[in-house]
């Protein structure tokens, strides 16, 4: 039998499989909160600066005439992070994102070289330690260093425990296990916006969020490698042991469970480059790249420049970290309803969506600025910023279904492969996006409304995917084709 009858024997989503997905999901929480870190442990409180001598000419004289007004404990308060010196904030949230790229870059192939548990259990056990780092750095640089580092290691297991939580179950509930994965990240932002309320030293916050971690590690060292990786690769009696666990853990009969012998997977990096190369070769990939490539990028610099500015709206920024994940929840069904629709589909919804974040970033620019705290126009800035998130993250996730349905098979991973290096360039800028407030305080809104209304603009461009026939090579798509971008 092949994986997907042996699933249907197994059971494709059975007590066990819902334990193991359960912990990967969970682990999403922490993931979450070592990535809005910089959010709170960055925080840069109200201060006033001594001039009665004149300007002060040096950082150490800067540091002896400066007096914070608010009572906050952040890397800004201890190392003096103002001034000149606060672009030192953004760069350590640009450092994790950047850590980020490379391990997408790194752990995909690697996990698929040498198997998924191996690449999550390392990747989550030094994210731990490099965690610990970040808490007890001695100076700024290490401080930097060590953001770095939990970026490399997030961004490995990020992709490598999505992936787990597809090949655990059957095919069918796939969209629901990456749909769960989501939205636990959601509720970790939340999670995170409650912890720091209740822990405002930032080294303590740093230490608690990180302590997480050791939890699902522990959690997650009995969890089995991947049946489906076990197969692709030709181990295929190895497979059918883990299967024959996940029945027995099911309550179910496999014994007699026999798998189709296939041979071990040759010649994946060679393919792998062509499918690459056919990105830029193929007139039609070439372009359809070209303009995911920016939609995915847009998504990423609007989503994460939002959440990481959210200690920096006025109000409380505790609460409106928290008000930034909780606001993601309801567009995972919202999208889901619309991309299965005729009238709207994966286009037009992935469109509008993004429309109307750069709409709801825009309106922001109209609102009259309020010198109190707890003026009308502070509330509606925050609830239209709310608003923006709640919709780029809509479009975010349709972004990741109508990209995989864009490409042909032959050259799916490749395609998205690109586009999620695309997306972590978004990531790397998002947080300088914040500071731009310095210039005008519109600002920030302004590059999310421009980004968000041109990508919309863009993903028009695209072809329809719902109810359409899907390419599974590049002849095929090339005869579905009528123009450079569309295959209707």
């Known amino acids: 039998m092949d994986l997907e009858e042996a699933f249907q024997v197994v059971g494709e989503f059975g007590p066990y499989q819902k334990r193991a997905v359960a912990v990967l999901v969970l682990t ?12 709170l442990v960055g925080s840069t409180p109200e201060y006033r600066i001594d001039q009665q001598d004149g300007v002060p000419s040096s950082q150490q004289e800067l540091i002896q005439r400066v007096t914070f007004t608010e009572d906050i404990d952040s890397i800004v308060t201890e190392w003096f992070l103002i001034k000149h010196q606060a672009y030192k904030v953004s760069l350590a949230g640009s450092l994790f994102f950047a850590g980020l790229l490379i391990g997408n870059v790194v752990f995909g192939p690697l996990s698929d070289r040498i198997g998924r548990r191996p690449v999550y259990l390392t990747g989550l056990f030094f994210e731990v330690i490099f965690g610990y780092l970040t808490a007890v750095a001695p100076s ?37 296990t990456g749909t769960l994965t989501s939205m636990s990240f959601a509720i970790g932002i939340a999670l995170f916006g409650a912890l720091g309320y209740f822990i405002r030293p930032w080294r303590n916050l740093a230490t608690v969020a990180n302590s997480s971690g050791v939890l699902f590690f522990l959690m997650s060292v009995s969890l089995p490698e991947s049946p489906r990786w076990l197969y692709s690769q030709g181990q295929t009696e190895r497979a059918e ?7 027995l853990r099911n309550g179910r009969a496999a014994n007699n469970l026999m798998l189709q012998r296939v041979g071990s997977a040759k010649g994946g990096s060679r393919n792998n480059r062509a499918g690459v190369l056919q990105l830029v070769i193929h007139p039609v990939l070439r372009l359809r790249t070209m303009v995911l490539m920016y939609v995915w990028y847009a998504c990423s610099l609007v989503y994460y420049g939002l959440t990481l500015g959210a200690s920096e709206t006025s109000g409380s920024r505790y609460l409106n970290v928290a008000m930034y994940g909780l606001v993601e929840l309801p567009a995972y069904p919202l999208c889901m309803y619309f991309i299965n629709k005729d009238w709207a589909g994966r286009r037009k919804s992935m469109a509008s969506f993004l429309c109307l974040a750069g709409s709801a970033c825009l309106c922001t620019m109209f609102i009259p600025e ?49 586009c999620s290096m695309s997306c972590r360039v978004g990531g790397i800028l998002a947080p300088f996006v914040p500071s731009m407030r310095a210039v005008h305080t519109s600002m920030p809104f302004t590059v999310f409304c421009l980004s968000g209304l041109s990508a919309g603009c863009l993903g028009l461009l695209l072809p329809e995917t719902l109810n ?14 009528r123009g450079v971008l569309n295959n209707k």
């Open 241 to 247: 042991e883990v299967l024959r666990y996940m029945a």
């Open 28 to 39: 999403q929480v922490y993931m979450a909160c070592q990535s809005m870190l910089i959010v």
């Open 370 to 418: 309020n010198s109190g705290e707890t003026g009308t126009s502070v509330h509606v800035v925050t609830s239209f910023a709310l608003v923006g998130k709640l919709m780029v993250s809509a479009a975010f996730n349709i972004a990741y279904v109508y990209t995989s349905e864009l490409y042909p098979t032959v050259v799916r991973n490749a395609g998205l492969g690109v």
């Open 468 to 481: 359409g026939p899907s390419a599974e090579t590049l002849e095929e798509l090339s005869s579905h084709s």
């Open 140 to 176: 700024y640089e290490v401080f930097a260093v060590s953001r770095l580092l939990v970026g490399l290691m997030n961004g490995g297991i990020g992709l490598v425990c999505f992936v787990l939580t597809q090949e655990y179950v059957g095919k069918s509930y796939w969209a629901m």
